[in-house]
Protein backbone atom coordinates (compact mmCIF):
# COMPACT_ATOMS: atom_id res chain seq x y z
CA UNK A 1 0.00 0.00 0.00
CA UNK A 2 1.57 3.12 -0.85
CA UNK A 3 0.56 6.61 0.37
CA UNK A 4 -0.35 9.87 -2.05
CA UNK A 5 -1.10 12.57 -0.04
CA UNK A 6 0.19 13.52 3.13
CA UNK A 7 -1.30 12.20 6.60
CA UNK A 8 -1.31 14.28 9.34
CA UNK A 9 -1.81 13.47 13.31
CA UNK A 10 -5.09 11.55 13.75
CA UNK A 11 -5.65 9.88 10.74
CA UNK A 12 -6.86 6.33 10.44
CA UNK A 13 -6.27 5.86 7.16
CA UNK A 14 -5.31 2.38 6.07
CA UNK A 15 -2.05 2.99 5.46
CA UNK A 16 -1.26 4.44 8.90
CA UNK A 17 -1.69 0.94 10.19
CA UNK A 18 1.19 -0.38 7.36
CA UNK A 19 3.34 2.45 7.90
CA UNK A 20 3.25 1.19 12.11
CA UNK A 21 4.19 -2.27 11.10
CA UNK A 22 7.07 -1.18 9.08
CA UNK A 23 8.39 0.89 11.59
CA UNK A 24 8.07 -2.22 14.35
CA UNK A 25 10.02 -4.63 11.56
CA UNK A 26 12.55 -2.10 10.84
CA UNK A 27 13.05 -1.86 15.13
CA UNK A 28 11.60 1.24 16.01
CA UNK A 29 9.49 0.64 19.43
CA UNK A 30 5.69 1.50 19.16
CA UNK A 31 5.38 -0.36 23.06
CA UNK A 32 1.91 1.57 23.99
CA UNK A 33 0.01 1.42 21.31
CA UNK A 34 1.13 -0.71 18.69
CA UNK A 35 -0.19 -1.13 15.09
CA UNK A 36 -2.86 0.27 16.08
CA UNK A 37 -4.57 2.13 12.41
CA UNK A 38 -4.66 5.68 15.04
CA UNK A 39 -1.44 8.47 13.83
CA UNK A 40 -0.67 9.69 17.55
CA UNK A 41 2.35 11.04 18.77
CA UNK A 42 3.71 7.84 20.02
CA UNK A 43 3.80 7.21 15.78
CA UNK A 44 4.57 10.26 14.73
CA UNK A 45 8.00 10.19 17.06
CA UNK A 46 9.24 6.92 15.68
CA UNK A 47 8.70 8.39 12.08
CA UNK A 48 10.64 11.52 13.55
CA UNK A 49 13.52 9.15 14.47
CA UNK A 50 13.32 7.16 10.96
CA UNK A 51 13.43 10.32 9.29
CA UNK A 52 16.40 11.63 11.11
CA UNK A 53 18.55 8.20 10.37
CA UNK A 54 17.36 8.56 6.71
CA UNK A 55 19.45 12.24 6.59
CA UNK A 56 15.45 13.72 6.10
CA UNK A 57 15.28 15.98 9.08
CA UNK A 58 17.48 16.83 11.79
CA UNK A 59 18.13 15.55 15.31
CA UNK A 60 17.10 18.64 16.34
CA UNK A 61 14.01 19.30 14.73
CA UNK A 62 10.63 19.19 16.02
CA UNK A 63 8.11 15.61 16.27
CA UNK A 64 6.68 15.42 12.60
CA UNK A 65 2.87 16.18 12.84
CA UNK A 66 2.52 14.30 9.75
CA UNK A 67 3.36 11.26 7.27
CA UNK A 68 4.54 12.99 4.13
CA UNK A 69 4.60 11.03 1.06
CA UNK A 70 8.50 11.19 0.24
CA UNK A 71 8.46 10.35 3.88
CA UNK A 72 6.42 7.32 3.55
CA UNK A 73 8.34 6.28 0.35
CA UNK A 74 11.53 5.99 2.09
CA UNK A 75 9.95 3.81 4.69
CA UNK A 76 8.56 1.47 2.13
CA UNK A 77 12.48 1.25 0.16
CA UNK A 78 13.94 0.29 3.90
CA UNK A 79 10.86 -2.00 4.67
CA UNK A 80 11.89 -3.93 1.40
CA UNK A 81 15.65 -3.76 2.02
CA UNK A 82 15.42 -6.10 4.91
CA UNK A 83 17.00 -9.29 3.39
CA UNK A 84 15.51 -12.95 4.13
CA UNK A 85 17.03 -14.49 7.35
CA UNK A 86 19.73 -16.51 5.16
CA UNK A 87 23.07 -16.46 7.55
CA UNK A 88 25.28 -18.21 5.33
CA UNK A 89 24.70 -15.10 2.77
CA UNK A 90 24.91 -12.23 5.01
CA UNK A 91 28.45 -12.08 6.60
CA UNK A 92 30.61 -9.52 5.20
CA UNK A 93 34.30 -9.20 6.16
CA UNK A 94 35.73 -6.42 6.16
CA UNK A 95 39.19 -7.03 7.97
CA UNK A 96 41.40 -6.05 4.85
CA UNK A 97 39.06 -2.57 4.39
CA UNK A 98 39.00 -1.66 7.95
CA UNK A 99 41.63 0.71 9.13
CA UNK A 100 42.14 -1.00 12.37
CA UNK A 101 42.90 2.41 14.18
CA UNK A 102 41.57 1.03 17.64
CA UNK A 103 43.96 -2.00 18.05
CA UNK A 104 45.71 -1.83 21.21
CA UNK A 105 49.31 0.33 20.71
CA UNK A 106 50.91 -1.83 23.95
CA UNK A 107 49.30 -5.49 23.08
CA UNK A 108 48.21 -5.57 19.54
CA UNK A 109 47.75 -8.85 19.63
CA UNK A 110 46.76 -12.07 22.03
CA UNK A 111 47.65 -15.99 21.56
CA UNK A 112 44.35 -18.20 20.54
CA UNK A 113 44.80 -19.52 24.25
CA UNK A 114 44.54 -15.99 25.67
CA UNK A 115 41.35 -15.95 24.19
CA UNK A 116 38.75 -16.61 26.82
CA UNK A 117 35.12 -14.71 26.38
CA UNK A 118 33.01 -12.55 24.35
CA UNK A 119 32.06 -9.17 25.22
CA UNK A 120 28.52 -7.75 24.23
CA UNK A 121 27.57 -4.34 23.65
CA UNK A 122 25.07 -2.11 21.88
CA UNK A 123 26.17 0.49 19.85
CA UNK A 124 23.90 3.45 21.36
CA UNK A 125 23.28 4.45 18.45
CA UNK A 126 22.45 2.91 14.73
CA UNK A 127 25.44 2.51 12.08
CA UNK A 128 22.85 1.02 9.72
CA UNK A 129 23.68 -2.04 7.16
CA UNK A 130 26.54 -0.73 4.95
CA UNK A 131 29.45 -2.10 6.05
CA UNK A 132 31.41 1.07 5.47
CA UNK A 133 29.83 3.00 8.03
CA UNK A 134 31.06 0.59 10.61
CA UNK A 135 34.88 1.51 9.83
CA UNK A 136 35.40 3.57 12.87
CA UNK A 137 34.06 1.25 15.43
CA UNK A 138 36.75 -0.51 17.24
CA UNK A 139 34.85 -3.99 17.78
CA UNK A 140 35.37 -7.41 16.21
CA UNK A 141 32.07 -8.15 14.94
CA UNK A 142 29.17 -5.61 13.90
CA UNK A 143 25.77 -7.31 14.23
CA UNK A 144 22.57 -5.00 11.95
CA UNK A 145 19.42 -4.52 12.52
CA UNK A 146 18.37 -6.87 9.83
CA UNK A 147 20.98 -9.59 10.56
CA UNK A 148 23.93 -9.10 8.74
CA UNK A 149 27.25 -9.90 10.24
CA UNK A 150 30.58 -7.60 9.79
CA UNK A 151 34.12 -8.44 10.69
CA UNK A 152 36.43 -5.99 11.45
CA UNK A 153 39.17 -7.62 13.35
CA UNK A 154 41.24 -10.81 13.36
CA UNK A 155 39.69 -12.76 16.90
CA UNK A 156 43.41 -12.37 17.85
CA UNK A 157 43.35 -8.88 17.75
CA UNK A 158 43.29 -6.65 20.86
CA UNK A 159 40.94 -3.89 20.10
CA UNK A 160 39.92 -1.17 22.55
CA UNK A 161 36.44 -2.07 23.24
CA UNK A 162 35.72 -2.41 26.60
CA UNK A 163 38.49 -1.13 28.89
CA UNK A 164 40.64 -4.32 30.83
CA UNK A 165 38.43 -7.51 29.34
CA UNK A 166 40.48 -6.14 25.67
CA UNK A 167 43.46 -8.44 26.30
CA UNK A 168 41.29 -12.13 26.29
CA UNK A 169 38.10 -11.19 25.46
CA UNK A 170 36.42 -10.96 21.43
CA UNK A 171 33.90 -8.01 21.26
CA UNK A 172 30.36 -7.95 19.17
CA UNK A 173 28.59 -4.81 19.00
CA UNK A 174 24.66 -5.10 18.57
CA UNK A 175 23.40 -2.13 16.48
CA UNK A 176 20.47 0.10 18.04
CA UNK A 177 19.51 1.94 21.36
CA UNK A 178 18.03 -0.37 23.86
CA UNK A 179 17.15 0.07 27.15
CA UNK A 180 19.28 -0.81 30.01
CA UNK A 181 15.95 -2.65 31.77
CA UNK A 182 13.43 -3.25 29.20
CA UNK A 183 10.24 -1.43 30.15
CA UNK A 184 11.71 1.04 32.43
CA UNK A 185 12.64 4.28 30.25
CA UNK A 186 13.96 5.93 32.66
CA UNK A 187 17.03 3.21 31.89
CA UNK A 188 17.53 4.27 28.09
CA UNK A 189 20.91 6.20 27.46
CA UNK A 190 19.53 9.89 25.98
CA UNK A 191 21.41 12.19 23.87
CA UNK A 192 21.94 15.51 25.20
CA UNK A 193 19.58 18.67 24.40
CA UNK A 194 18.55 19.86 21.74
CA UNK A 195 18.07 16.24 20.18
CA UNK A 196 14.98 14.80 20.68
CA UNK A 197 14.47 12.46 23.18
CA UNK A 198 14.48 8.65 22.05
CA UNK A 199 12.10 5.21 22.57
CA UNK A 200 13.72 2.15 22.72
CA UNK A 201 14.32 -0.17 20.04
CA UNK A 202 13.21 -3.79 19.69
CA UNK A 203 15.71 -6.26 19.25
CA UNK A 204 14.61 -8.29 15.70
CA UNK A 205 14.29 -11.77 15.23
CA UNK A 206 16.93 -11.62 12.69
CA UNK A 207 19.62 -9.38 14.51
CA UNK A 208 19.25 -11.75 17.61
CA UNK A 209 19.43 -14.65 15.82
CA UNK A 210 22.61 -13.37 14.31
CA UNK A 211 24.25 -12.26 17.45
CA UNK A 212 23.63 -15.33 18.56
CA UNK A 213 25.18 -16.92 15.24
CA UNK A 214 28.31 -15.26 16.16
CA UNK A 215 28.66 -16.39 19.14
CA UNK A 216 28.88 -19.58 18.15
CA UNK A 217 31.14 -18.91 15.25
CA UNK A 218 33.95 -17.02 18.19
CA UNK A 219 33.50 -20.07 20.05
CA UNK A 220 33.95 -22.84 17.30
CA UNK A 221 36.88 -20.62 15.62
CA UNK A 222 38.63 -20.62 19.16
CA UNK A 223 38.28 -24.17 19.50
CA UNK A 224 39.63 -24.80 16.17
CA UNK A 225 42.73 -22.98 16.85
CA UNK A 226 43.38 -24.77 20.42
CA UNK A 227 41.61 -22.26 22.37
CA UNK A 228 38.55 -22.10 24.62
CA UNK A 229 36.19 -19.63 25.28
CA UNK A 230 35.20 -20.01 28.69
CA UNK A 231 32.79 -16.48 29.27
CA UNK A 232 30.27 -14.13 28.10
CA UNK A 233 30.22 -10.66 29.80
CA UNK A 234 28.64 -7.88 29.16
CA UNK A 235 30.48 -4.21 29.13
CA UNK A 236 28.98 -3.36 32.02
CA UNK A 237 31.23 -5.49 34.12
CA UNK A 238 34.33 -3.67 32.93
CA UNK A 239 32.69 0.08 33.07
CA UNK A 240 30.82 1.84 35.33
CA UNK A 241 30.31 4.56 32.59
CA UNK A 242 28.28 1.84 30.43
CA UNK A 243 25.86 0.82 33.11
CA UNK A 244 23.15 0.35 30.24
CA UNK A 245 25.46 -1.60 28.10
CA UNK A 246 24.80 -3.82 26.44
CA UNK A 247 21.13 -4.08 28.28
CA UNK A 248 18.49 -6.60 29.79
CA UNK A 249 16.96 -7.51 26.05
CA UNK A 250 20.33 -8.26 24.09
CA UNK A 251 21.62 -9.78 27.65
CA UNK A 252 18.74 -12.26 28.29
CA UNK A 253 18.62 -13.02 24.60
CA UNK A 254 22.55 -13.64 23.74
CA UNK A 255 24.28 -13.52 27.30
CA UNK A 256 22.07 -15.80 28.94
CA UNK A 257 21.13 -18.12 25.88
CA UNK A 258 24.88 -18.16 25.23
CA UNK A 259 25.20 -19.83 28.86
CA UNK A 260 22.79 -22.32 28.72
CA UNK A 261 23.37 -23.67 25.33
CA UNK A 262 27.85 -24.03 25.41
CA UNK A 263 28.14 -23.41 29.28
CA UNK A 264 30.16 -20.00 29.38
CA UNK A 265 30.23 -18.44 32.63
CA UNK A 266 29.64 -14.37 33.59
CA UNK A 267 31.68 -14.58 36.29
CA UNK A 268 28.99 -14.70 38.87
CA UNK A 269 26.91 -12.38 40.68
CA UNK A 270 29.58 -10.42 42.21
CA UNK A 271 31.97 -10.43 39.24
CA UNK A 272 32.91 -7.15 37.72
CA UNK A 273 36.20 -5.78 37.33
CA UNK A 274 37.80 -2.10 37.57
CA UNK A 275 35.17 0.47 37.45
CA UNK A 276 32.43 -2.19 36.04
CA UNK A 277 29.21 -3.12 37.64
CA UNK A 278 27.68 -6.53 38.57
CA UNK A 279 25.16 -7.97 36.50
CA UNK A 280 21.54 -6.72 38.05
CA UNK A 281 18.81 -8.75 38.87
CA UNK A 282 16.68 -7.18 36.32
CA UNK A 283 18.91 -9.47 33.94
CA UNK A 284 19.43 -12.21 35.85
CA UNK A 285 16.85 -13.81 38.08
CA UNK A 286 19.75 -15.49 39.65
CA UNK A 287 21.61 -12.44 41.40
CA UNK A 288 18.88 -11.64 43.56
CA UNK A 289 19.59 -8.50 45.63
CA UNK A 290 22.08 -6.96 42.81
CA UNK A 291 21.04 -3.26 41.83
CA UNK A 292 20.37 -2.23 38.26
Request: hydrophobic share 35%.
Amino acid sequence: MHLSSPLKKGSEDPYVKTAQQQLIALGYSLPRYGADGDLGDETLRAYGEFLVLEGMRAPTDEVPKSITVPGAAALDRAFTGIPPVVQGHKYFDERNKHPHDGRSKSYPYMKWSEVKAIVLHQTATQLGEKPERWHSVPIHFGITRSGKTIQLYDLTEVCNHAGNFNRWTVGVEIDGWFAGVEGRAETLWQPKPPAPKRTAMNLPAAQADAARACVKRIIDIVAANGGKVTHIHPHRQSSGDRQSDPGSLIWQAVGLWAQQQFGLSDGGKSYKIDTGRTIPVDWDSRYAGNKY
